[in-house]
């Protein structure tokens, strides 16, 4: 078992930043794909960003990338997302996600297919 826990969320106005923080423990060895979702009021969970923590391969969605940056420190096993730039479009819950599986898979799985899940933290971007 793996144990995802976020922090960083908050309030922001447009075009500020926030960082989120992912800390894992347990069997994190057995994943090393390591991930961000989010999730806004009335849609689906949706992919952000993936990273290998093995290779350090990463992965972004269209709508973050040059904006968001997923780094990883395995020391404190611990994943991060920096998000510049935000806008109210970014308002939503940001799960970390934690998968057995290669990067890839984050990037194109269902959510319902992701081994690990965090328990979310409230990002909002006001206008």
């Known amino acids: 078992q793996v144990q995802l826990v976020e922090s960083g969320g908050g309030l922001v106005q447009t075009g500020g930043s926030l960082r989120l923080s992912c800390a894992a423990s347990g069997r994190t060895f057995s994943s090393p794909a390591m991930g961000w979702f989010r999730q806004a009021p009335g849609k689906e969970r949706e992919f952000v960003a993936a990273l290998s923590r093995t290779t350090g391969t990463t992965y972004y969605a269209d709508s973050v990338k040059g904006r968001f940056t997923i780094s990883r420190d395995n020391a404190k096993n611990s994943v991060y997302l920096q998000m510049n730039s935000l806008k109210p479009e970014d308002t939503a819950v940001y799960y970390c996600?934690?998968?057995?599986?290669?990067?890839?898979?984050?990037?194109?799985?269902?959510?319902?297919?992701?081994?690990?899940w965090g328990q979310g933290t409230q990002v909002t971007v006001s206008s």
């Open positions: 996600a934690a998968d057995s599986g290669p990067v890839f898979k984050l990037r194109v799985a269902s959510p319902r297919e992701v081994d690990y």
